[in-house]
């Protein structure tokens, strides 16, 4: 069942869903931002409305800057600002930044202890009918190689919101992952946010453990549900920290199942399952299975298709959760 | 900004920039590795913003109204450490720590490591960016400190060394001031011949810089290029400084190949011969 300490979305299971798209998030924080921190700066790479910078650049037009399709001159110009004691928040594409800018980010940014947020939009293959070009899917297994990076990956607009306001109390480098189409609305805003795994959904004597992040969580939660009416019980455990790893927790629900499942819209190598497997492997070997992009490029397509076709939804995941208890 | 040089705060200059040099030369040998015409090209440059240029405290390196120097191409930096030993950062004695383990003077400039350093480099084509945006913070904070940038010819050939010219253009940012060190060479040889440059004056005027052109080995005409560049409010500034690689140390002078390598102990024996040479020349003048 759904977590009660969470407060979250009691009407999740509906047969229609609330969906928001969690930049909308990232843009409502920003705003926040803006009116209450007035060292923190916004810039974009000629993508200032599809990642929600717009209103801020309204209405704080001196502290926005556009830099044009120019992503690398993006973040360094940022570093410059944050060693002079702003807090910028670069914000593009994925596959961009950090894609395209891994050595500038790792330069200018983490060599450097800027104090930079990146924002990394449309990542996943949820981009959909873009195709394989706009859909980041190694994101995190860039950023996550660098020293002294903190990565969030929220799992609806509300969570995203909350990762934006957190990421400019950290005096370091953040990278925040967001993906591109409405999705469900799984928390509230009573969920209270914590870095740490948090149980989205319980069980008594659970046989296995989801983990999932971004809004393949709702995925989760729907393979859970289902699990359950066919007397199989689980866990659901939301990662929306990547880096820091809450590595206790990861071993501590490991212990209590015995068996793992991870789930990512992003390549498995590297990735939430990579991550996983590393604490396992060193703590608590423990069976795994991944639901991810299996090295492969996705393609175009709407994002409920590709989800199918590329095996991260509820369906997969319950064939993997029944996988891994096999093997426990 | 009162920039005059006097003929005895010249005489002082070159005289630094002379043992800097030396410095540079003991440091290499000691290191091993690293790049000598460079950082001997640019002695000059780097005594006169030092010494001369640079409104800082090297007692008090994070000092928040102090002016930014930032070294784009980071692999000239023992000139940089040289400089900032002798005007009182950290101890001469240091210098020989370069490259070496456990040490505040890494193979390229690492800021957190060393205070003094505004900015981590090494990676060419990313230094403007940085600088223009610690310039647009002043600019936000209403400060009147100066950012300068140095950068190398070579590392022209960079995308995002357009990028950033570009964005310093349409922003107008005149409290930034770019320095490049053209000095005609990189790794595979003269930079002409790698991948023309020229015409480069030409190039930066369109993106709507203000152009200037100044022997990068004299020191005089170094300050005032910099005077004048303080004098231009409507555009940032370059200044296409012509400096000879190696200068100073004959058999270095416009070689391509001292690039990237050290001296041995007989070379840098020779060169510390002809350095000391030409101090006794300036002091004599």
Same mark, same amino acid.
């Given at each position: 069942?759904?977590?009660?300490?969470?407060?979250?979305?009691?009407?999740?299971?509906?047969?229609?869903?609330?969906?928001?798209?969690?930049?909308?998030?990232?843009?409502?924080?920003?705003?926040?931002?803006?009116?209450?921190?007035?060292?923190?700066?916004?810039?974009?790479?000629?993508?200032?409305?599809?990642?929600?910078?717009?209103?801020?650049?309204?209405?704080?037009?001196?502290?926005? +800057?556009?830099? &044009?399709?120019?992503?690398?001159?993006?973040?360094?110009? *940022?570093?410059? =600002?944050?060693? #002079? %004691?702003?807090?910028?928040?670069?914000?593009?594409?994925?596959?961009?930044?950090?894609?395209?800018?891994?050595?500038?980010?790792?330069?200018?940014?983490?060599?450097?202890?800027?104090?930079?947020?990146?924002?990394?939009?449309?990542?996943?293959?949820?981009?959909?009918?873009?195709?394989?070009?706009?859909?980041?899917?190694?994101?995190?297994?860039?950023?996550?190689?660098?020293?002294?990076?903190?990565?969030?990956?929220?799992?609806?607009?509300?969570?995203?919101?909350?990762?934006?306001?957190?990421?400019?109390?950290?005096?370091?480098?953040?990278?925040?992952?967001?993906?591109?189409?409405?999705?469900?609305?799984?928390?509230?805003?009573?969920?209270?946010?914590?870095?740490?795994?948090?149980?989205?959904?319980?069980?008594?004597?659970?046989?296995?453990?989801? +983990?999932?992040? &971004?809004?393949?969580?709702?995925?989760?939660?729907?393979? *859970?549900?289902? =699990?359950?009416? #066919? %007397?199989?019980?689980?866990?659901?455990?939301?990662?929306?920290?990547?880096?820091?790893?809450?590595?206790?927790?990861?071993?501590?629900?490991?212990?209590?199942?015995?068996?793992?499942?991870?789930?990512?819209?992003?390549?498995?190598?590297?990735?939430?399952?990579?991550?996983?497997?590393?604490?396992?492997?060193?703590?608590?070997?423990?069976?795994?299975?991944?639901?991810?992009?299996?090295?492969?490029?996705?393609?175009?397509?709407?994002?409920?298709?590709?989800?199918?076709?590329?095996?991260?939804?509820?369906?997969?995941?319950?064939?993997?959760?029944?996988?891994?208890?096999?093997?426990? | 900004?009162?920039?005059?040089?006097?003929?005895?705060?010249?005489?002082?200059?070159?005289?630094?920039?002379?043992?800097?040099?030396?410095?540079?030369?003991?440091?290499?040998?000691?290191?091993?590795?690293?790049?000598?015409?460079?950082?001997?090209?640019?002695?000059?440059?780097?005594?006169?913003?030092?010494?001369?240029?640079?409104?800082?405290?090297?007692?008090?390196?994070?000092?928040?109204?102090?002016?930014?120097?930032?070294?784009?191409?980071?692999?000239?930096?023992?000139?940089?450490?040289?400089?900032?030993?002798?005007?009182?950062?950290?101890?001469?004695?240091?210098?020989?720590?370069?490259?070496?383990?456990?040490?505040?003077?890494?193979?390229?400039?690492?800021?957190?490591?060393?205070?003094?350093?505004?900015?981590?480099?090494?990676?060419?084509?990313?230094?403007?960016?940085?600088?223009?945006?610690?310039?647009?913070?002043?600019?936000?904070?209403?400060?009147?400190?100066?950012?300068?940038?140095?950068?190398?010819?070579?590392?022209?050939?960079?995308?995002?060394?357009?990028?950033?010219?570009?964005?310093?253009?349409?922003?107008?940012?005149?409290?930034?001031?770019?320095?490049?060190?053209?000095?005609?060479?990189?790794?595979?040889?003269?930079?002409?011949?790698?991948?023309?440059?020229?015409?480069?004056?030409?190039?930066?005027?369109?993106?709507?810089?203000?152009?200037?052109?100044?022997?990068?080995?004299?020191?005089?005409?170094?300050?005032?290029?910099?005077?004048?560049?303080?004098?231009?409010?409507?555009?940032?500034?370059?200044?296409?400084?012509?400096?000879?690689?190696?200068?100073?140390?004959?058999?270095?002078?416009?070689?391509?190949?001292?690039?990237?390598?050290?001296?041995?102990?007989?070379?840098?024996?020779?060169?510390?011969?002809?350095?000391?040479?030409?101090?006794?020349?300036?002091?004599?003048?």
């Amino acid at each position: 069942m759904l977590n009660p300490n969470f407060k979250l979305n009691e009407k999740l299971f509906e047969e229609v869903v609330e969906t928001r798209a969690v930049r909308d998030g990232f843009g409502q924080a920003l705003l926040e931002l803006g009116e209450t921190n007035p060292n923190v700066v916004v810039l974009t790479a000629d993508l200032s409305e599809s990642t929600r910078c717009e209103q801020f650049a309204q209405k704080f037009p001196e502290r926005f +800057f556009e830099v &044009g399709v120019a992503e690398q001159n993006m973040v360094a110009i *940022a570093a410059g =600002l944050a060693v #002079s %004691g702003k807090i910028p928040f670069a914000s593009s594409y994925a596959v961009f930044s950090p894609g395209k800018n891994l050595e500038t980010i790792r330069t200018t940014i983490a060599c450097n202890g800027a104090n930079v947020k990146i924002a990394g939009h449309h990542a996943g293959i949820l981009t959909g009918p873009d195709g394989a070009t706009h859909q980041a899917t190694e994101d995190i297994a860039i950023m996550r190689t660098l020293p002294g990076m903190t990565i969030f990956s929220p799992c609806d607009v509300i969570e995203a919101k909350k990762v934006t306001l957190e990421a400019a109390k950290i005096d370091g480098p953040v990278y925040l992952r967001f993906s591109r189409a409405a999705t469900p609305i799984i928390t509230t805003n009573e969920t209270p946010f914590d870095k740490n795994i948090q149980t989205f959904w319980e069980a008594e004597s659970p046989k296995a453990v989801i +983990f999932a992040t &971004g809004y393949l969580v709702y995925y989760a939660l729907l393979a *859970a549900k289902q =699990l359950k009416e #066919s %007397g199989t019980q689980v866990l659901v455990a939301n990662v929306s920290t990547l880096k820091p790893v809450d590595e206790e927790t990861i071993v501590k629900l490991a212990q209590q199942t015995g068996a793992v499942v991870t789930v990512e819209d992003h390549q498995i190598a590297g990735g939430l399952g990579g991550l996983i497997a590393e604490v396992l492997a060193k703590k608590l070997p423990t069976p795994i299975e991944f639901v991810g992009l299996k090295d492969t490029f996705a393609e175009s397509g709407q994002p409920e298709e590709l989800i199918k076709k590329y095996q991260l939804d509820d369906k997969a995941i319950t064939n993997a959760v029944k996988r891994v208890i096999l093997r426990s | 900004m009162n920039l005059e040089l006097p003929e005895d705060k010249l005489k002082d200059l070159e005289l630094k920039a002379n043992q800097a040099r030396q410095l540079v030369i003991e440091m290499l040998l000691e290191a091993g590795s690293g790049h000598s015409a460079g950082s001997l090209g640019m002695a000059d440059i780097f005594t006169a913003f030092y010494f001369h240029i640079l409104k800082h405290d090297p007692k008090d390196p994070n000092w928040v109204d102090r002016d930014r120097l930032i070294l784009s191409n980071g692999h000239i930096c023992p000139i940089r450490y040289a400089l900032m030993a002798m005007s009182g950062y950290f101890p001469i004695n240091e210098l020989k720590t370069l490259r070496k383990i456990d040490s505040r003077l890494q193979g390229h400039p690492y800021r957190t490591l060393l205070p003094g350093l505004e900015t981590t480099s090494g990676p060419l084509g990313e230094g403007i960016s940085q600088a223009i945006g610690i310039a647009l913070a002043a600019k936000l904070d209403r400060k009147n400190y100066h950012t300068y940038v140095i950068a190398s010819d070579g590392e022209m050939e960079e995308g995002n060394t357009w990028e950033a010219l570009m964005f310093a253009g349409k922003n107008r940012l005149n409290n930034l001031t770019l320095i490049i060190d053209r000095n005609n060479i990189q790794i595979d040889g003269f930079t002409e011949e790698v991948m023309p440059l020229e015409p480069l004056k030409n190039k930066i005027e369109a993106f709507n810089w203000h152009v200037l052109e100044v022997d990068g080995n004299n020191i005089s005409a170094f300050v005032d290029a910099i005077r004048n560049a303080h004098a231009v409010f409507e555009k940032p500034t370059v200044i296409i400084a012509n400096t000879i690689p190696g200068m100073g140390v004959s058999f270095m002078e416009n070689k391509v190949d001292w690039h990237g390598k050290v001296p041995s102990s007989e070379q840098a024996k020779k060169a510390m011969i002809e350095l000391k040479t030409l101090q006794g020349r300036i002091n004599k003048n």
